[in-house]
């Protein structure tokens, strides 16, 4: 029993703090968004400089926003993220 | 008839066809049958689990209706569009490991069997139970329509014609194969997706001169077009933004992505699924409003927003390509349909026949009134479709953000915060619903944001309060859960 629970202790923990690294990300893609998105966006049109052929706003914002969470995405998936087993051991089942 | 464009059609319907025979032999061989028709055994790969959360939350809207508004708004509307890039890994992250250890723990098959051991309460039940049957039974007919009126638009049958056609397609795969026909078939449909948005981006670009150019023409009409602010400066910082909450993080609170989070085989599964949905879903709703903004300086002038994709598709494409491009958005809607179908199917024959009507019923049983729940509910969306009550269209607004505002909280404050009730979950529920209803109908868009921002916190202080209010006659329930 002791064991069971000890067990379990374990592996909500490693859920509990991946939860907490899925609302950070969000927040560093949402600043990053916003920031860019209306940081060189709010200049007038004609002062926009280009990208690509892009507005820059729009290139940080999307293109390379998008880029850089699919690295931070892949970076704590590999090396933040644990294994664990989801089913229960044997004999404890409800 | 153009059969150049509709013989790639008739090819991605016929594989459609096989992989619900094929699944049929999983359902029929199966131990535990609600488990294997419900939710595919628990058997879901990576790959099939980020295509399935893809292809399922993607739907008319991000192939049809959304480029249709980047059309006419510009960039400020990609810009809102890419609030969902976080549905990719957020939804899996923050669900997680908990939600799949719970879930089996509780040998939970649906959402509502969550609920159900979570909170013990039988007003929890059936008031999930209602709210999924009627949101998503109005969302279904609307997509329904949807896909008809593209079979019309694309075939020239007359819309009942296009309407069977289409319908009969989805029901037979879905009735004979459950959710694993509908998880590969998703699968399928995911990289159709992501294929016909990678094949008409690239089209498009090139028929418009290049980006530069195609930027230039754009600010040449009306510089607001390149702007984050929209074409008519109607799109201000706060409304895109409370995005983020209906498109972005609040669809952890859609029953239809959260019974796939508890799906997949194990963390492995769910490590690869984060990774791949992310930069599938990015790739798809960047592309696709991308796309309609591209296309305002190749095709000028179209009227009706919905008819972009597929007019733009003909025009810069060759026939046998757009037939392929244009299988996309039919495989977005075919494979939102097939996840609401499947999952209202679930809501009433696991959560209330088996639950309240008939609790002993035999496996033999159960399985017939599987297949014949999942038939009689397609066949009476058709009837609907035929000519949409009022009511339907109606409900189908508040489909989305009403369920948001109705789950979130339950589930996420259910996982992760012990003190959580079932007083606490059915008043959030209620409230909810109820302030989504009433906001949209008399203040909707309040201080500047979009009317789901303050169900969402209304309901979460309805949950806290109400959980904290009804502790000590609670306390001696808890100790049990807990242990």
Redesign the interface.
């Known amino acids: 029993m002791k064991k069971r629970e000890s067990q379990q202790d374990k592996?909500?923990k490693?859920?509990?703090r991946?939860?907490l690294?899925?609302?950070i990300?969000?927040l560093i893609?949402?600043i990053w968004?916003?920031g860019f998105?209306?940081g060189l966006?709010?200049a007038k049109?004609?002062q926009?400089s280009?990208i690509?052929?892009?507005?820059a706003?729009?290139f940080y914002?999307?293109?390379l926003?998008?880029i850089v969470?699919?690295i931070l995405?892949?970076f704590t998936?590999?090396f933040l993220?644990?294994?664990?087993?989801?089913?229960?051991e044997e004999g404890e089942?409800? | 008839m153009n059969w150049a464009v509709i013989t790639p059609l008739l090819i991605f319907l016929l594989i459609i066809f096989a992989v619900g025979m094929w699944s049929n032999k999983f359902v029929i061989k199966s131990h535990s049958f609600l488990e294997e028709y419900f939710l595919g055994e628990r058997q879901m790969g990576g790959f099939i689990l980020a295509m399935t959360m893809v292809a399922t939350y993607g739907s008319a809207s991000s192939f049809i209706g959304g480029p249709g508004i980047a059309y006419t708004k510009g960039l400020g509307w990609v810009l809102l569009a890419m609030a969902q890039l976080a549905t990719g890994y957020f939804t899996l992250m923050v669900l997680g490991k908990k939600f799949a250890i719970i879930s089996r723990q509780y040998k939970a098959i649906t959402l509502i069997d969550f609920l159900k051991e979570r909170y013990k309460s039988k007003a929890v039940v059936l008031f999930s139970a209602a709210s999924i049957i009627i949101f998503l039974f109005s969302s279904m007919t609307a997509q329904w329509i949807g896909g008809a009126r593209l079979v019309e638009s694309l075939t020239g049958l007359p819309y009942t014609t296009a309407l069977l056609i289409f319908a009969f397609s989805v029901l037979v795969f879905v009735i004979v194969g459950g959710f694993r026909a509908v998880a590969i078939t998703d699968t399928i449909q995911g990289v159709v997706m992501f294929g016909g948005t990678l094949i008409l981006l690239i089209a498009t670009i090139k028929a418009g001169g290049g980006i530069p150019r195609i930027i230039s023409d754009l600010a040449a009409e009306n510089p607001d077009l390149i702007s984050p602010f929209g074409a008519d400066q109607s799109l201000t910082p706060s409304f895109v933004s409370s995005f983020w909450i209906l498109v972005g993080v609040g669809v952890v609170g859609l029953p239809q992505i959260a019974v796939r989070a508890m799906s997949y085989k194990n963390s492995k599964a769910m490590h690869n699924a984060i990774i791949i949905g992310t930069i599938v879903v990015g790739f798809i709703m960047l592309g696709m409003h991308l796309i309609g903004v591209f296309a305002r300086p190749v095709l000028p002038g179209v009227k009706i927003g919905d008819t972009v994709m597929p007019l733009l598709s003909m025009k810069v494409l060759p026939p046998y390509a757009a037939g392929i491009v244009l299988a996309a958005p039919m495989a977005a809607i075919m494979s939102t349909v097939d996840a609401l179908l499947i999952l209202v199917s679930s809501a009433l024959v696991k959560d209330v026949y088996l639950n309240y009507i008939k609790p002993d019923a035999g496996n033999d049983q159960v399985k017939k009134v599987s297949f014949s729940v999942t038939a009689i509910i397609g066949i009476v969306v058709i009837l609907f479709s035929l000519s949409p009550p009022d009511l339907i269209v109606w409900l189908n607004l508040f489909s989305f953000g009403g369920l948001e505002s109705v789950f979130i909280w339950p589930v996420i404050l259910g996982l992760y915060w012990s003190k959580g009730n079932k007083y606490g979950a059915i008043t959030s529920m209620v409230i909810g619903m109820g302030s989504y209803i009433i906001i949209d109908q008399f203040y909707p868009n309040a201080f500047g944001f979009h009317t789901v921002v303050l169900p969402i916190f209304l309901s979460l202080a309805a949950f806290v309060v109400t959980s904290l209010f009804t502790q000590q006659n609670e306390g001696m329930m808890h100790v049990r859960m807990e242990k």
Do not use: Q
Request: aromatic share 26%.
């Open positions: 592996r909500f490693i859920a509990h991946e939860a690294i899925g609302i990300l969000v893609n949402f968004w916003y998105a209306y966006g709010s049109v004609e926009y280009y690509f052929g892009l507005p706003w729009f914002s999307c293109i926003g998008f969470m699919i995405v892949i998936v590999k993220f644990k294994d664990v087993s989801f089913e229960e089942t409800k």
